[in-house]
C-alpha cells in the first residue's frame, strides 16, 4: 500500500468516526428535545407552588413525566393521584418529607461526570444544609419529628438484586447539623454479642417517633437483616433476617419490607411483606410482581411502593394485611410522601 493511499484510508476512516460521532450528538439532542416535550396522553402539569406545610390532604413525589417538569417535586391531592399535578423548581433522584423537612438526593452535573449530594429542605423547598454523597443515591428518609434524615447511596455497583455491590447509610441531625456518614461506625450486636465483619453493610433507613430509635437493613457474609439502631449509644441489634429496605409503620408496630423469594429470577427476586414487630409474625403481601424498592406507610392499613412503567415508574398501593389486589394510584411517580 502506497503512502498515498494509507492516507486515503486514514482519511475517510476519520470522516466515518465524524460522521458517527455526529449522528450520535444529534440523536442525543433529539431524544433530550423529545423529554423536554409532554408526551401525548400524559398527566397534566402545571408549575405552581409547593410546600410540605399546609398541604393537609396532600401527595408529593418526583414527577417522572416527560416534559418541562419531569424529575420536579410534584404534588396532587392524596384524594385525586391521577388528578391535575402542580411542579416546583426543585428536582430530586430521591426525597422524603416529615414536619416540614425534606431532603432531596440530587445529581450535581459536572463537564467529566456527575456528582451527588443529599440537600436538607426546609418546608418552602428551601436548601437548609447539604451534604455530598458518595455514589448513586437510593434511599432517602426524614424521621416523623424533622430532626433526623437518612439516605443510601451505592458505592459499587448499581443494583440490590445481585451480591457484588456496596452500600453506605448516613444519618444528619438536621437541627445541629451533625453528620455520621456511615453506619459501619456503629458497633454492631449480632445474636447477642459484638460482631464485626469487612463485608458489612448497611441500607434503608426508617425512623420511629423517639427521636432515637430507627430499623435498617444490615447485610453480611451473603445474608441480610432487620437490624434496630439506638442513635444514642450508637448501636445497631439484629432483630430478624431476609429483610430489606424496611419501612415502619405510623403506629411503630409494623415494618414493611422486600424479602428474597427463593426460586425466583436473581434480576426481580422480591417479594413485599409485612414483619408484626410484636411477635415477629410475617405476611406475605398480595403484590405477585417483584417490587424493587423501600415501601411507604399511606397509614397503618395500606403501603404505597413504585414499580417500573411506560415512564420510569408508577405507585401502587396495597392493604398491609395480606388481602386485596395492587391497585396503580398514578403514572409516572416515585418517592411519594403524604401530607396529612
Known sequence: MTLRTRILVLISALAVLAGVATASVLHASARADRRDRAQPGGPRITAGTVALTGGSGRLIFRNMAWGPHRDELTTVPAS???GPRTASTVKCL???????TGVCLRAVHGTVQDTYRAVVLDADLHERAHYDVPGI????RVSPSGRFAAWTAFVGGDSYAGTNFSTRAAIVDTRTGKL???LEAYRIVKDGRTYRAADVNFWGVTF???DRTFYATLATRGRTYLV???LRTRTVTTLHPNVECPSLSPGGTHIAYKKRVRGLSKDAPWRLYVLDLRTMRETALAEPRSVDDQAVWRDDHTVVYALPG????DLYSLPSDGTGAPRRL???????????
Do not use: I, K, N, Q
Request: hydrophobic letters at 35%; glycine letters at 10%; a negative charge.
Open 208 to 210: 420511629a417517633a423517639d
Open 310 to 313: 411506560d415512564y420510569g415508574a
Open 137 to 140: 443515591p437510593s434511599r432517602a
Open 180 to 182: 455520621t456518614p456511615s
Open 80 to 82: 385525586d393521584p391521577a
Open 94 to 100: 430521591r426525597f422524603y418529607a416529615a414536619s416540614g
Open 330 to 340: 398514578l403514572t409516572a411517580g416515585v418517592s411519594p410522601v403524604y401530607l396529612d
Open 228 to 230: 434496630r439502631g439506638d
